[in-house]
Every structure is written in structure tokens, then in C-alpha cells.
């Protein structure tokens, strides 16, 4: 058990230290993190999966990041722009930024504004399918004023410019080492994927893909007194359970990330005493789709699922806004947390659950379920109860087919609200579908959650970093996905409403946090209260940590390890 | 024999071909996708260039021929000039078998996991094996008796419990209550003194004991059954009315003969070794060729999962192949001409 | 001593018995036989009529008794979302042993008959064992999701939502899990194709099909019994590991491998949420192994004339 032996190691040599205020660089050791989906690459550009960005944000820095109270804090920048110091133009079509001047890449070469620059025109070759391009929308130019200041300039006016280069999922890699490796030659350079030198605490010593990544502290990391840790193993593979035993239960390793596991057995393992369970919330809600057009599958592929602007293909039956109020009030959120999430989640009432300047109040009552409502209103929309209890009208039962992926928490989700559904004389047959289907997006599959297949659907979604404006442009009428588009598009519930279109172009024109505000939960309450979609759970990032690893201080905003230079062994 | 053995592995090059066109057609057709495992923040269009990045672009029989040809020549030649240093032809642009998830060759990703895959899994095979045989051997010497019936329980429990449930109860008793073994596989373990050693026993015991449960309760049915058939038979009435030792019917002329379609079993088995076990393997994250292929299917990498059913494929020709001529050599009457 | 010749006593004794009526007879002879035979025909009727005595429904949830442990209103206790264990493990066991013994029958007729033909016809033999390896070689995952894109909706349109899965579930373990059985039914064929009685039986004329079927077949028997019985099990744990992969049976619908599967955490804490799912495979599985046994020695001519 080499893990126990370090520990201990680690601690006795702290016990004869006098704790972790005495900072030197690699004082406590090793720190065993485990990711039980396993990184594949180093390189966040090349995979946008959550568990590289993560890995990679040990090693390559953004210019800023989000704390884990959802501000902006400078990482490789000496300071934020803002209107006020000037580093934003008054047209709002230029953003400056100051960066450190002392900062070293692992490699001893000095970081300067040509490494970020490099790294915009990386991802933004059109042959090297970067992941992360979304972050480049807009940018027109940019170029170093002097080695450390950048100046990115903008199409049009940009109201929330801290995009490029922001965030764990925007980091910086070194022009040096990747300047062969552009365009359609990015997939070739396993070498640099794998180990790229970066600004980072650590810096990659051993890189097995899919398996387990061997760090050791940056010998030129811009604090001489951090990293705490010697040397990082970050393994992956298995599953969230054992993930959380190896923290909580046997103690083999420091901390474990994303635990989605049933409360009870995730409370029943930090009962053992050995670590913690840290909860972070950011904008996770799971949520239920109603599909605004009709799914029937005698339908030809460019009718089924399809919307019509004359309003032609409109669903048969969850067009009726009272039929959508009454799913919606037959279901009880705050069970639905209690039994598949625990501490974990909350109920919400709101698409848009944070940041807090953003949360609307006006929806409160979906957390209570009221069954008596939901029946007056289906009996008002003239469905009434069938022999066996399913409600009928003009000869059509009140039938739904409910898909999402498959997940034991979805699945318990899936019964019970199952149940609640019969209760109102809803009958429901659900469907759950392969993950890498589900998600898939291939055109031909008559499975994807851009398709649409069904009158139903739930699962989890999310904006990056804390402005909500693309993710709220999300339903408009363009954005529905249809044949024509190669069943692209994110406004997965074909929901179209004129007012709501005008309110996401106004929303791209607007200046200042306030005024920005107020259209965000204007928009949200639309969608909320035309019950086109019924959220169910806001979801915390959720991560365990061993009793004596100090400085963990989670975060669901930006990289979970946006810290860990602080990370310390406790006695 | 050796002529026999000469034109099944000709024959074995157009089945080969055509085992990988049909799994490459499959994996095509297949509805996942390599961006679904994505966050949902990355938007439609971005998720499209990053398939083009990957080639899917290009018409189905185009890709299947450059995989042919990358994994039928670069392949070879890539390792051959590892192997020798040499540099032979435009090496710089020749274009390697890349997964689509790691961007890294595909057989350097082979490569690294099989260490651990051959320690785990070859290892379960091999005690499954020294376990079964006996054990089938005894059950029908002694149908019926006390060992038989107790033998005959655990192997039902062996094949009817599934490795998911049989590794986690390990885990639970051994590394949570008991504390004795590691729950996760140190794949960087390095075996230098005995003190590593020793860890190395540790880290192996849950992962090869679940395997070997569940192949040894395969194996030895088919022996004993095996067997059963034969103790009846006149030959052994024969050998014994001949005053041949008992040891010597049992052992040389019953074994033997009983070992046929074991050996099919035990043969057919091999390849799923290199195969790795999926299921435990993800359990205890020994991260080798199972786990692997799985995360291949499940990100859709299709030419990661091309390469390891291909080579997959050959290995089943190959001990197929080994199957027949053993055989000829255990019942003399098959002739293979 | 052959076949025939071991049938001739039979046949010459004073009453006159059929080959049923005394395989029957032995069978019944077999303890072990018996005992299995009685252990399976409980677990059928328990799930068969199960259901129609022990009338809670298995989906319905209770969210005032969760992870209840073992009482009078749950006997087997309750899940994670209050549903009753006892009502879902017979729910469970009509599907888990409909798809076990269908899928395994399917497995076991394409199985044993490519052996045969293969390792009786030699001409047969090499395209029929390049089909094997074919099959073989095949990534299931991958086949499974081609299948459910290409026939689930036919079938579910045809069969309806729960016969259109259950057909499909039962064709693609069937189709997926012959292999073993052919290679070593092929194995002893070739065997026993030169061995005296079958020779004995050709050089008298025998037709192909009846040297196949009278003495071929009944000696090939035990090697396919145990493949049978791996078999059964393999489908019901197969089964699970489909719909824990979302493609399989709808995920209202319990089967013994997924209560198992989805038990599998809370196995410290309720205990019976593995143990009763666990114990039902089992048992199955070891009674369908002694049915097996029984059936085999009845069989054997040469046991069954002592």
C-alpha cells in the first residue's frame, strides 16, 4: 500500500513541521486524486470533455478563472479589465489585457502575450476541429501591445467580453512547443498533447491515456513556496461508487470527483469517517423537455418531430399549455432531491438557477405538488377519465412516451414520476437510451435528445462560466433542430414565440450586469411559466476529499482543481 | 499436418478481410457518436468540425481502405523502426492508427496497457486452469461423493453470480472491513525487491481470484462431463481387465480422450484473455485491454475499437487453429488431409 | 459395445418399453435429478402464479417505506424508492427466465447444429467454422445497438413495446453465444465419426440423417448440457448487463440481473436487495444443472442399461 505509506510519510513529517503554515514546495508529498472517468488527452483543445479540462488546468493556466464563488479572478493576467480601469473600450469592442510579467513556463522560458495569441489562432484553424471554439466567437483580431499587454479586438460590440482565454476550458499553451502543430496536424503531435509544458503548480512526468497521469511540481511556478504537493497521480477509470469508497472508506487515495450516487450510499460512506463530501452549485438543472411538435411515428422524417412555422406540426396534445401545468404540478421536486440527490441538489424552479443576480423568484410554487390542481386542470382541457383510468378525449389517450439516458438516479426519476403521472390519469411508457446514443447526435439514429423521438424527455444541462446570454438564446425559433439543419440546434423543445426571440436579440445588445439581469429572468420566466420546460433539480458538482487534505475549496464555475496549488496535507 | 496447418492459415487471410470489413461496416452504422460524451456547452457547430476534424467526412469505403492501410503497413513499419531505430521511407508523414479520444497511436495505447492485462487476466486464466482440471478430473472420478456435490455448488455459484457483484463483495470484505488488499490497481507499480513484490501479489489477489472463479466453473463442467462420458466407455473396461494400473487408465487413456472438448474451451478462452475482462477490470481500474475497448465503444473510437477486434480476430484464427491440430494429437484418428 | 447392440437387450426383454418411458424411469432414479427438477418446477410456479397471489404492483413506488428491511408487508423488503422486492423478484422472474430459456434453446439449436454439420460433413466444415470465428470476432456493444437501430421500431411495431424487445433481446443472445457449443460439439463429432459404430451403422447403409440423429446426437448430449446450463445463466446475467446499458427491456420492467445490478451499492445497507435476486439465479441455475445431469446419465445408454 504505497498510498497508506506516503500518508503516513506525509504526516509524520508534518507532525515534526510546524503544519502547513511553514509553506515550502513540495513539503507534503503525494497527492492521489481519482477521476473515475479517466482524462484521454492533456490537451483541453483537442477533447472538451470535462475530465481533460480539469486534468489539463494542473499544468496550462487561463489569463483569468472563476473562483468558486463564481468571480472573476486574474490567473495569468496581472488584473481584470473592466470598464472603469480603462481595459475595456467604451464601444465595448475591445478588451486589454495586462498579464504578469514574471511568469515562467515549466520549461524556464518567459510567458508572453505571442503564447496567447498562438493559442487563438490554434483553435481557431479551421482543420484542427478544436473543441473550445466557441470561445473565439466574435474575436476579430489580436495582438500584443507590448510582450505583456494583449489586445483582443471584437466584430461587434461584445457586453460580456471575458471570453477568450477565460476559464479553465480557454487555457493558454506555449506557441514554442506547438507551433508545428497546427491545423490538421494537431491529432499528430501525441508528444505535446500528452505533456504539454505549461504555467501551472505541476507539470506531467508520466501521461497513460485513459488510465493514470503522473505529476510533479512546477520547479518554475511563479510562487516559490507552492505547490504544496511533490508530485500528483491522478488515476481514472471505474466508477463513481468505488471512486467515493477509495476516499471515504479505505482511505487509498485524497479526493474523488463527481460523485452522482444514490444519497443514501454516499452518506452511509462519509459516515466511515475517513473524508468529507464537498457540494459546489453552479447552473446544472435537470430538467423535463416537452416537445412542442408532434413525435407520432406514422409521421414521414421531415414531418416527425419537426416545426412548422404555420404551427401545422404542433403537437397533438402538450400543445395545450393546461396539459403542460399539469405534469408539471403532479411533480414534487423536493422529493425528487431527497431521494436522488440528497445534499447534492436542490429543487429550482428555474431553468437559469444562478449565478444569484440572475434567479428569478416568480416560479416558487412548482415545489409544491398539488394533484388536485393538475386533475382540475386536465379535466378543464376536457380529458376526462377512461375506464382504466387513463384519461380520454376525442377517442386519443392521454399517452406519453418519456425518454432520457440511461442512469440509475434518471431511472428512479423516470418511476416515480411515473407514478404521480397515473395519478392524474396519465399513462406513461418510458424509454432509457444509451448514453453515447442519447447524446450522440448522429442524424440517423431515431435516439438522440436533438431529435426528439417522443412527447418527453429529461436530462442535465449547463452553461460554462457565468454569463447566461448564448444559453438563453438556446430557444429561439431558429435554433430548432430539423432535417434542413442535419437535426442540429439547441432549442430542443421546437419551443417559438416572437416575444421571446425579441427579448434574446435585445439581451445580445445589452450592456451592464443590471439591465442584463432583468432580461435573463425575464426570459426565463417565459419559459417557466409557458411550461416548456419543467426543471426538476439544481445539481452540485459533488467531491469527496480525505479528512487531511486541506485548501480544498470546490468549485462548480470553472475547473474543480482551479486551486490546488493551495492544497496542503492537515495534520 | 504442417500442410494442413499452411492452408487454414491461407484460407484464415480472406476471412480475416472479411471479419474486419464487417465490423468496420458495424461500427459505422452504429448510432454513437465520438462527440457525445461532450458537455452540452459546446455548441452544434463546433461538435461538426470536430468530426470533420476526425475524417468523418469522407465516404465509408474510402475510411475503411486507409484504415486497412495504415493498420496493414504503417503500423508494422512504425514498430519495425522502433524496434530497429532505422528510418525507412518518409516515416515523418506516414500516418499512424490514431484513436480518435487520445489522438495517440493505437498500439502504443495496446502496447502500454497489455503488462497489466496479461498479469491479471493471463494470470486467472492460468489458475483457473490448474484448478479445473483437477477439479473436473476428481468430481467424475467420485460422481456423487461429498467433494462432487460441494465441487458442482461453488461452480454454479462461479457462472451464476456475475463478476460485478462477486468483485465489489471482495472489495467490501477485504479492502473496507478487513483492510488487507488495495481496491485500485496501481497500473505504474514497478516490481524491483520483494517488498514490491509482494504489493504486486496484493493489488493482483481480488482481480484474479474473481476471474478464475468464474472461468474455473466453466472449465471444470466441461471436464467433468467430459470425463464422465469416458469412464464408461469399453476401452477403459479393456484396459482395466488388461490389470493396467488404475492411475495409468484414469490419467493417461481417460484424461486424454476426455480432454478434447476442453481443450476447445480452454482455446477459445485464450484470446479472450488478450481480450481482457471488461467487467473486472473497470471494478478494480486495472486499466488494461477490457477497459480499453469498453471506453473505445462507449466514445465511439472507431479506430480504436477496429484495431483491437481485428487483432482480436487473429488471435481467434490462430488458436482455432491450435484447437484443431491438438486434436490430432490427443485422438490419432482425426486426420486433417 | 455400441449403440445397437447396447439397445438389443432392451428391445428383447418381455414387456415391452419405450425409449421415453425408460429414460423417464432413469431419471426418475436420480436424486440429484429429482431434487433439481422440483427446486425449478417451485421457482416457475412461484413466478407464474407468484404475481396473481402477492398482488402488489412491482413499479409502484412508496415513498414512506424506503430500503425497508425484511417484514410482513415486504417480506423481501423494499428498494431505494420503496418499491416491494418481493413483488419485483417474481416480476423479474418471468422475464429473466423466459429470456434464459429462450435464448439459451436458440443458442443451443444453432450451436449443436453447425457442430454437427460441421464435424460430420467435411465439406461443411471449413466455411461453417470461418462463420464461427466470424461470430466470434463480432464486438457485441456495437452489434446490439446496429440491431436496436434497425429493428427495434419494426418490432415494436409488430410485437408491441414489450414483445418486440423480449424477441429481439432473445435473438441477439441466441445469435451472439453459439459458438463455444459448435466448436466442441464439432470437436467430439469428428471423434466419434470414426469410431466402430458409426462406421458400423454407414457401412450398413445407414441414411446420413439417422446416423445423425440415433448416434451421433444422443452421444454429443453431455457437452451440450453443460453448455446449456452456462447457458441460462449467461443469457439472465447478459440481459442485465443490456439494460444496464439502456438496451434492453423498458427501465420499468424488473429482471433478476438488473435488481441484482441495481442493488449491487446498497449491498451493506439492505442486504436483501442482492441476496434474493442473487439466490433466485442460483438456484435456477443449479437446478437446471442437476435436471441436466439426471437427463444426460438417462440418456446414455450404457448407464441406463445397468
Known amino acids: 500500500m504505497t498510498g497508506l505509506k506516503h500518508l503516513l510519510a506525509a504526516s509524520t513529517a508534518l507532525a515534526f513541521c510546524a503544519g502547513p503554515a511553514l509553506a515550502e514546495r513540495g513539503a507534503d508529498g503525494e497527492l492521489k486524486i481519482i477521476y473515475w472517468q479517466a482524462p484521454s488527452t492533456m490537451n483541453p483543445f483537442l477533447s472538451g470533455g470535462t475530465k481533460e479540462v480539469e486534468a489539463a488546468s494542473m499544468v496550462i493556466e487561463p489569463l483569468a478563472r472563476y473562483s468558486n464563488t463564481g468571480e472573476i479572478i486574474p490567473a495569468l493576467a496581472a488584473e481584470i479589465p473592466t470598464l472603469e480601469n480603462g481595459g475595456i473600450s467604451e464601444d465595448l469592442k475591445s478588451i486589454t489585457w495586462k498579464l504578469k510579467t514574471d511568469v515562467l513556463w515549466s520549461d524556464g522560458t518567459p510567458f508572453t502575450a505571442a503564447d496567447a495569441i498562438f493559442t487563438w489562432q490554434y483553435c481557431t484553424n479551421p482543420e484542427g476541429g478544436c473543441a473550445q471554439g466557441a470561445y473565439f466567437d466574435g474575436v476579430a483580431n489580436m495582438e500584443a501591445l507590448d510582450p505583456h499587454t494583449l489586445k483582443i479586438t471584437f466584430t461587434e460590440a461584445k457586453p460580456f467580453p471575458y471570453t477568450a482565454l477565460v476559464g479553465s476550458e480557454s487555457p493558454i499553451i506555449q506557441a514554442a512547443q506547438f507551433a508545428e502543430c497546427t491545423g490538421s496536424r494537431a491529432p499528430e503531435c501525441t508528444e505535446q498533447n500528452f505533456n504539454p509544458i505549461g504555467t501551472g503548480p505541476f507539470r506531467v512526468v508520466e501521461f497513460r491515456a485513459n488510465d493514470v497521469i503522473t505529476l510533479e511540481a512546477n520547479p518554475n511556478y511563479r510562487d516559490p513556496a507552492k505547490p504544496a504537493f511533490a508530485t500528483v497521480t491522478f488515476k481514472g477509470g471505474g466508477d463513481a461508487e468505488s471512486a467515493a469508497r477509495s476516499v471515504l472508506q479505505t482511505g487509498e487515495f485524497d479526493y474523488a470527483w463527481n460523485l452522482q450516487i444514490s444519497p443514501e450510499v454516499l452518506n452511509e460512506m462519509e459516515a466511515a469517517g475517513q473524508g468529507k463530501v464537498v457540494v459546489a452549485f453552479a447552473t446544472s438543472v435537470e430538467r423535463i423537455l416537452v416537445n412542442f411538435t408532434n413525435p407520432d411515428p406514422a409521421l414521414g422524417p421531415d414531418e416527425r418531430s419537426v416545426w412548422k412555422e404555420d404551427g401545422s406540426n404542433a403537437h397533438p396534445i402538450l400543445s395545450d399549455i393546461r396539459v403542460r401545468k399539469a405534469l408539471s404540478r403532479a411533480i414534487d421536486p423536493v422529493i425528487l432531491t431527497e431521494i436522488g440527490y440528497g445534499k447534492t441538489g436542490r429543487p429550482t424552479c428555474n431553468v437559469l438557477p444562478g449565478p444569484d443576480i440572475y434567479v428569478s423568484t416568480a416560479n416558487e410554487a412548482c415545489k409544491t405538488q398539488d394533484l388536485e390542481e393538475a386533475k382540475a386542470l386536465l379535466d378543464e382541457a376536457g380529458w376526462v377519465p377512461g375506464p382504466d383510468g387513463v384519461r380520454v378525449k376525442d377517442g386519443k389517450r392521454l399517452s406519453f412516451l418519456y425518454q432520457t439516458s440511461t442512469n440509475a438516479v434518471r431511472q428512479e426519476f423516470q418511476a416515480i414520476i411515473k407514478e404521480w403521472w397515473s395519478e392524474i390519469g396519465v399513462e406513461t411508457e418510458l424509454r432509457n437510451i444509451s448514453a453515447s446514443v442519447f447524446f450522440g447526435g448522429d442524424p440517423n439514429s431515431p435516439d438522440t435528445f436533438q431529435k426528439f423521438y417522443a412527447d418527453i424527455e429529461m436530462y442535465t444541462n449547463n452553461f460554462s462560466g457565468v454569463d447566461p446570454e448564448a444559453y438563453m438564446a438556446q430557444w429561439t425559433c431558429e435554433k430548432a433542430p430539423r432535417p434542413a439543419t442535419q437535426w442540429q440546434g439547441e432549442n430542443i423543445n421546437r419551443f417559438c414565440s416572437a416575444e421571446y426571440d425579441a427579448l434574446a436579440a435585445e439581451f445580445s445588445r445589452t450592456a451592464g450586469l443590471e439591465a442584463r439581469a432583468e432580461i435573463a429572468k425575464k426570459m426565463n420566466d417565459i419559459l417557466m411559466q409557458e411550461y416548456v420546460i419543467i426543471p426538476l433539480i439544481h445539481r452540485g458538482g459533488t467531491s469527496a476529499h480525505a479528512n487531511s487534505l486541506g485548501g480544498v475549496l470546490i468549485n462548480d464555475w470553472d475547473s474543480e482543481l482551479w486551486n490546488i496549488a493551495d492544497w496542503h496535507r492537515v495534520k | ?337 | ?306
Not at chain 2, 521511407?89 to 502504443?108: C, F, I, K, M, Y
Not at chain 2, 514497478?190 to 472449465?219: H, R
Open chain 3, 1 to 306: 459395445m455400441t449403440d445397437a447392440t447396447a439397445s438389443a437387450p432392451v428391445a428383447a426383454a418381455p414387456a415391452h418399453r419405450s425409449l421415453w418411458a425408460d429414460v423417464w424411469r432413469q431419471f426418475r432414479a436420480h436424486r440429484g435429478a429429482m431434487i433439481g427438477a422440483g427446486v425449478f418446477g417451485f421457482i416457475l410456479l412461484a413466478v407464474i402464479f407468484g404475481p396473481m397471489l402477492w398482488t402488489i404492483d412491482p413499479g409502484e413506488t412508496n415513498l414512506r417505506a424506503r430500503n425497508q428491511p425484511m417484514s410482513w408487508a415486504h417480506p423481501f423488503g423494499t428498494d431505494n424508492v420503496g418499491r416491494d422486492m418481493l413483488a419485483q423478484v417474481l416480476a423479474g422472474g418471468r422475464v429473466s427466465l423466459a429470456v434464459g430459456i429462450t435464448a439459451m434453446a436458440v443458442s443451443m439449436l444453432i450451436g449443436a447444429a453447425i457442430g454437427v454439420l460441421a464435424g460430420y460433413f467435411r465439406r461443411l466444415d471449413g466455411p461453417l467454422m470461418r462463420l464461427t470465428e466470424l461470430f466470434l470476432a463480432l464486438p457485441i456493444l456495437p452489434l446490439l445497438l446496429v440491431a436496436i437501430l434497425l429493428f427495434r421500431d419494426t418490432l415494436r411495431a409488430n410485437f408491441g413495446p414489450e414483445a418486440g424487445v423480449f424477441l429481439l433481446i432473445v435473438l441477439i443472445i441466441g445469435i451472439t453465444s453459439w459458438m463455444q457449443t459448435a466448436r466442441i460439439v464439432r470437436g467430439e463429432v469428428q471423434t466419434l465419426k470414426e469410431r466402430e459404430f458409426v462406421l458400423a451403422a454407414q457401412s450398413i447403409g445407414t441414411k446420413e440423417g439417422r446416423v445423425i440423429t440415433r448416434h451421433i446426437l444422443p452421444n454429443v448430449l453431455s457437452p451440450i448440457m453443460v453448455s446449456a446450463t452456462i447457458g441460462i445463466a449467461a443469457a439472465i446475467i447478459t440481459e442485465s448487463t443490456l439494460s444496464f446499458l439502456g438496451l434492453g427491456f423498458p427501465p420499468d420492467f424488473p429482471t433478476w440481473g438488473r435488481l441484482l445490478f441495481d442493488g449491487k451499492d446498497f449491498m451493506t445497507r439492505s442486504p436483501g436487495r442482492v441476496i434474493w435476486p442473487g439466490l433466485f439465479i442460483s438456484l435456477t441455475v443449479l437446478s437446471v444443472n442437476f435436471i441436466g445431469d439426471g437427463l444426460r446419465d438417462a440418456m446414455d445408454p450404457r448407464i441406463r442399461g445397468r
Open chain 2, 1 to 337: 499436418m504442417l500442410r494442413y496447418a499452411a492452408r487454414r492459415l491461407l484460407i484464415s487471410i480472406p476471412t480475416l478481410l472479411a471479419i474486419s470489413f464487417i465490423v468496420f461496416a458495424l461500427l459505422d452504422l452504429a448510432p454513437s457518436d465520438p462527440t457525445a460524451n461532450l458537455p452540452l456547452t459546446i455548441p452544434p457547430e463546433v461538435r461538426e468540425k470536430i468530426r470533420l476534424s476526425l475524417g468523418l467526412g469522407e465516404p465509408f469505403i474510402i475510411r475503411y481502405f486507409k484504415w486497412l492501410e495504415q493498420f496493414l503497413i504503417n503500423e508494422p513499419l512504425a514498430v519495425l523502426e522502433q524496434m530497429t531505430g532505422l528510418t525507412i521511407g518518409d516515416s515523418e508523414n506516414r500516418l499512424r492508427v490514431l484513436s480518435w479520444a487520445t489522438r495517440s497511436p493505437v498500439t502504443d495505447l495496446i502496447v502500454e496497457r497489455l503488462p497489466q492485462t496479461l498479469w491479471v487476466v493471463g494470470m486467472s486464466y492460468v489458475v483457473a486452469v490448474v484448478i479445473a482440471v483437477p477439479l473436473g478430473v476428481i468430481s467424475a472420478y467420485r460422481q456423487y461423493s461429498l467433494f462432487d456435490q460441494i465441487g458442482t455448488f461453488i461452480s454454479m455459484l462461479g457462472f451464476s453470480i456475475p463478476t460485478f457483484f462477486t468483485g465489489l463483495l471482495l472489495i467490501v470484505i477485504f479492502s473496507v472491513w478487513l483492510g488487507w488488499l488495495p481496491s485500485i490497481y496501481d497500473t505504474t507499480h514497478v516490481v524491483e525487491d520483494w517488498d514490491s513484490f509482494w504489493f504486486q501479489v496484493k493489488q493482483m489477489a481480488m482481480p484474479t481470484m474473481v476471474l478464475a472463479l468464474a472461468n474455473a466453473s466453466q472449465i471444470s463442467r466441461f471436464m467433468r462431463a467430459s470425463m464422465l462420458d469416458n469412464l464408461t466407455q469399453d476401452y477403459v473396461r479393456t484396459a482395466r481387465a488388461k490389470g493396467v494400473r488404475e492411475r495409468t487408465v484414469v490419467l493417461l487413456h481417460v484424461l486424454r480422450n476426455s480432454l478434447i472438448p476442453v481443450v476447445t474451451v480452454i482455446a477459445l478462452g485464450v484470446p479472450t484473455i488478450f481480450g481482457g475482462a471488461i467487467v473486472t477490470e473497470q471494478i478494480f481500474r486495472v486499466n488494461g485491454i477490457g477497459a480499453l475497448l469498453i471506453t473505445g465503444i462507449e466514445s465511439n473510437d472507431i479506430p480504436l475499437v477496429q484495431t483491437l477486434t481485428f487483432i482480436f480476430a487473429i488471435l481467434i484464427v490462430v488458436f482455432n487453429l491450435i484447437a484443431d491440430l491438438l486434436y490430432g494429437v490427443l485422438d490419432p484418428r482425426i486426420r486433417y488431409d
